[in-house]
């Protein structure tokens, strides 16, 4: 039969001759052709330009913000732009991180990096700090406590937690509403005290929960042209109501690491104000991540230094703060508050490059093979994935 419909001497016409393709159609490959043809690299995994542009910017954010600290006092405008961004820099952060810790397990080699990549730093910087300001502080007799972090730690502290109770949360049925009740239960409970910086744990947690929650979708969502200009007026909006907030509120909400009884507030305003100000850093996260943008940029390469340019930043800010650099009068003026936004913006830019990486990796990235016994099926990985690479290349 099928010799029959493939040979032309049966009464059927020969094929006419092939016509070259229209332009933009893709032409048949010969057999000759596939066979000559190398079979593609498989591409490494590529890194998302925009999580890359969000981590950095949001990171600049993080150091003008510890910058403009010591001078927001004497400027209402400034005090407004202040807390606008400490209603969404950090909760912008611990989104992506909770994003990308979707796929956390107890898997040996993911509890390594965990330890090596967070726990780690969390042990050096915290010491590092301690050890600085009684060098350059006010403090000479201040001990070294790892239960009580200090100034930038805790965000190491907490995501070490937020971590390990990844496999919980996503074993929860409703993850944000438990997140958002345990937040709640907080703001009401100053017997929490400053062990671990519990409150900020607890409080920031629905940020982390609901970057567990989200998909890619839901990140594209918001980049459009629409969603972009909508965020201009909301922004507006935002910074007129923080102008109109600054004597009527008190700025440490923003840093969830108090009760509201610890902040002079009635027990109910702690959690009205967790609802409140979670849907307001939602808003304008949301608003900030229609402004990122989507392709490469020229400090796209630097989202993945982030956690360096957190870390090392403190440093001068605290050194600043101690040696007067902020006290001088002229830095008190508008020129003087954008220089030193302009400054942080730059160090912290510096502070993610490649060589500062390299300098300061065996206290962020230490590789410690010494102190992990060798899992027998990461082994195993790696050699199926060496056999895969052979076999493309022969």
């Known amino acids: 039969m099928f010799h029959a419909a493939s040979s032309p001497a049966r009464g059927r016409a020969p094929l006419p001759p092939a016509q070259p393709s229209a332009s933009g159609v893709p032409s048949p490959r010969s057999p000759l052709k596939q066979q000559n043809e190398q079979p593609a690299k498989p591409a490494g995994k590529q890194r998302d330009a925009f999580f890359d542009n969000a981590k950095y910017l949001a990171i600049v954010l993080v150091a003008v913000g510890h910058a403009w600290e010591p001078l927001k006092g004497d400027s209402r405008i400034l005090e407004a732009a202040y807390t606008v961004v400490y209603s969404f820099h950090m909760p912008a952060f ?50 070294i406590s790892l239960l009580d972090p200090w100034y930038l730690t805790w965000f190491l502290c907490a995501l070490f937690v937020w971590r390990m109770i990844t496999p919980l949360l996503k074993a929860v049925r409703w993850p944000l509403p438990f997140a958002l009740g345990l937040a709640m239960l907080a703001s009401v409970a100053p017997s929490i005290g400053d062990d671990l910086d519990l409150q900020r744990i607890l409080q920031f947690l629905p940020y982390f929960v609901l970057g567990l929650c989200m998909k890619p979708e839901h990140f594209h969502r918001v980049r459009t042209r629409t969603v972009r200009i909508v965020a201009v007026p909301v922004f507006a909006a935002a910074l007129a109501v923080g102008w109109w907030a600054v004597p009527r509120m008190n700025t440490a909400w923003f840093y969830h690491r108090d009760s509201a009884q610890e902040l002079g507030a009635p027990w109910w305003a702690g959690p009205v ?38 870390l090392l930043h403190g440093f001068l800010v605290k050194a600043g703060d101690y040696q007067g650099w902020f006290d001088h009068p002229w830095l008190h003026r508008p020129l003087g508050e954008i220089a030193v936004s302009v400054l942080a913006a730059a160090v912290v830019t510096v502070l993610c490059t490649k060589p500062v990486q390299r300098v300061f990796r065996f206290a962020m990235e230490p590789k410690m093979a010494w102190a992990f016994k060798q899992d027998p099926a990461e082994l195993a990985r790696e050699r199926q994935k060496q056999e895969r690479r052979e076999k493309v290349l022969v």
Do not use: H, Q
């Open 94 to 143: 611990i989104i992506i991180s909770g994003f990308f810790s979707r796929s956390f397990d107890m898997r040996p080699d993911r509890l390594r990096r965990l330890i090596t990549g967070v726990a780690v730093p969390y042990i050096v910087f915290e010491t590092a700090y301690v050890l600085f300001e009684r060098v350059a502080g006010d403090d000479p007799g201040k001990d």
């Open 273 to 310: 104000m967790v609802l409140a100000m979670f849907g307001c850093s939602l808003l304008l996260t949301a608003c900030f991540f229609a402004w990122v943008p989507r392709r490469n940029m020229w400090f796209t390469a630097l989202g993945a230094g982030t956690l360096y340019g957190y």
